[in-house]
T-cell receptor, first 116, second 114 residues
Framework: AQKITQTQPGMFVQEKEAVTLDCTYDTSDPSYGLFWYKQPSSGEMIFLIYQGSYDQQNATEGRYSLNFQKARKSANLVISASQLGDSAMYFCAMREGRDSWGKFQFGAGTQVVVTP | DVKVTQSSRYLVKRTGEKVFLECVQDMDHENMFWYRQDPGLGLRLIYFSYDVKMKEKGDIPEGYSVSREKKERFSLILESASTNQTSMYLC?????????????FGPGTRLTVL
């Protein structure tokens, strides 16, 4: 069964606007971590932000913030003030605490295109 | 600067060839992973290793094998390449014990099997 679901295959956003990328997850483990990565057209995976299941506050890193709604099992990424360089594929991933090997489950990704 | 490197960015092979994809990390990480990435499917785990000479199957190990003779190096082997193995292959590494650590990725190898 799919553990990470990203329902938006692609979206367009205008420069300087905010965009929200959806991510829902499925786990019965009370301990888990959620990660967002950016993959530009060059192919490298760039880590953006992390949220732990026990974290009380939503994670923020510069223009990136994570809207963590534990009861709904969602971890949406918000990019504020979009820039042309934000055009990329974005992946949501989860690590479950019971997995001692540190394996990640990845979603299918959302392609973001920022327009001038 | 921490780094994961992969031996090739682009590779073209013929059906039936044996293919080696090499990955090297300089962060002294215990865990290393091989993924393949296909449109609409995200990243799928092929194999991972948590120590030298140790390996575990991921979600899609069929048609692949791996080798980890040294801590810093993790190789993916396609014993007899087939066209359905045309894909982007990504290597990653992470330290073992820190739960919140991200995986660090290499630049990827885009493999085409003709």
């Amino acid at each position: 069964a799919q553990k990470i679901t990203q329902t938006q295959p692609g979206m367009f956003v205008q420069e300087k606007e905010a965009v929200t990328l959806d991510c829902t997850y499925d786990t019965s483990d009370p301990s888990y971590g959620l990660f967002w990565y950016k993959q530009p057209s060059s192919g490298e995976m760039i880590f953006l932000i992390y949220q732990g299941s026990y974290d009380q506050q939503n994670a923020t890193e510069g223009r990136y913030s994570l809207n963590f709604q534990k009861a709904r099992k969602s971890a949406n990424l918000v990019i504020s003030a979009s820039q042309l360089g934000d055009s990329a594929m974005y992946f949501c991933a989860m690590r479950e605490g019971r997995d001692s090997w540190g394996k990640f489950q990845f979603g299918a990704g959302t392609q973001v295109v920022v327009t001038p | 600067d921490v780094k994961v490197t992969q031996s090739s960015r682009y590779l073209v092979k013929r059906t039936g060839e044996k293919v080696f994809l090499e990955c090297v990390q300089d962060m002294d990480h215990e865990n290393m992973f091989w993924y393949r990435q296909d449109p609409g499917l995200g990243l799928r785990l092929i194999y991972f290793s948590y120590d030298v000479k140790m390996k575990e199957k991921g979600d899609i190990p069929e048609g692949y094998s791996v080798s980890r003779e040294k801590k810093e190096r993790f190789s993916l082997i396609l014993e007899s390449a087939s066209t359905n193995q045309t894909s982007m292959y990504l290597c990653a590494s992470s330290p073992r014990d820190t739960f919140y650590n991200e995986q660090f990725f290499g630049p990827g190898t885009r493999l085409t099997v003709l």
